[in-house]
């Protein structure tokens, strides 16, 4: 279902494992992009299809509740899901995300159930 995932987080390392939780939550055979933060996020939608985006709250140059508005906003991205991998630990800004169109929300550090979860909740949705 998820043919190819774009992974947005300013960390390497973050990205690493968010990679290998959804190849173990069964993503092993996605094509996965990557950008560090949301101005490559969108030159990679613009020029790719993507079939789901994981993405960090807190990068530089352009945050993920930016590229969460840009993609809801346009008529060509705004059904490709996401899911924002973040620390958040406040209920309201939890709820503000979902009512922006957040699919699922997984807190770090995250785990391949969590990832599962997530993935799972997206699919009955659609």
């Known amino acids: 279902m998820f043919e190819n995932i774009l992974i947005v ?13 959804l190849e173990i939550a ?11 933060n949301g101005v490559e996020a969108l030159d990679v939608l613009k020029g790719n ?7 960090d709250l807190h990068m530089p140059e352009m945050n ?8 809801k906003s346009s008529p060509r991205l705004n059904l490709i899901p996401v ?3 973040s ?4 209920d309201a800004e939890e709820a503000d995300l ?3 169109g957040v699919n699922a929300i997984i807190r770090k550090p995250m785990s391949p159930m969590a990832v599962m979860d997530a993935l ?3 699919k009955q949705s659609t």
Not at 64 to 71: Q, T, W
């Open 9 to 21: 987080d300013d960390s390497v390392t973050a990205r690493m494992m968010i990679r290998r939780c």
């Open 26 to 36: 069964g993503c092993e055979q996605a094509n996965f992009l990557e950008a560090s």
């Open 49 to 55: 299809r993507v079939d789901l985006v994981l993405t």
């Open 64 to 71: 993920g509740k930016i590229l969460l508005r840009r993609i």
């Open 83 to 85: 899911i924002v991998v």
């Open 87 to 90: 620390s958040i630990t406040n």
């Open 98 to 100: 979902s009512t922006k």
């Open 120 to 122: 799972e909740s997206i």
